[in-house]
């Protein structure tokens, strides 16, 4: 199983968007943030547009916002739709592609490690990348040391 940069980027960039709440942010401050090329950004953040994640807002202050609730977006579905397929073998998504389904002692393993994958994914909303990328940006308390 090998999840590409390309899906890496887009689940970084989407939770930069997110962050800025309603108010739009452009690729070149989230490029800047995450570290990845405007230009690739500008590739991963069409294809999100294009299946309703994100809208374009045009003018002077526009930018990219999240178009959908938070809680209503799941890493899985994001995965998948820059992706395609990520399963660990690929017998596990395209049967025909193997002679050995129902005669192999690791198909059960496979399927196993594909389902706990998928499974984390579809537990992980947006919402909970989100809460996750503003505990890391708290300042750390400081810490007092008693006498």
């Known amino acids: ?13 989407l939770v930069e968007i997110a962050l800025n709440g309603d108010e739009p942010v452009s690729l070149k401050h989230v490029s800047e943030r995450q570290g990845i090329s405007q230009h690739y950004l500008e590739q991963l953040v069409a294809v999100l547009r294009k ?3 994100v809208e374009s807002i045009r003018g002077a202050y526009g930018g ?3 178009a959908k609730s938070l809680d209503a977006i799941h890493a899985l ?12 073998v690929s017998c596990i998504e395209d049967e025909d592609n193997c002679d050995r389904i129902g005669q192999c002692s690791t198909e059960g393993l496979w399927r196993q490690v594909d389902k706990a ?8 909303s947006l919402a909970d990348l989100v ?3 503003q505990l890391i940006q708290l300042e750390p308390l400081p810490t007092v040391f008693a006498s």
């Open 51 to 53: 299946a309703g994640y």
């Open 1 to 13: 199983m090998w999840i590409s940069t390309r899906a890496q980027y887009g689940m970084r960039a």
């Open 77 to 88: 579905e994001v995965v998948e739709l820059l992706e395609g397929s990520f399963a660990a």
């Open 117 to 124: 994958v998928r499974d984390v994914l579809k537990a992980t």
């Open 131 to 133: 809460s996750e990328k």
């Open 64 to 66: 990219y916002r999240v």
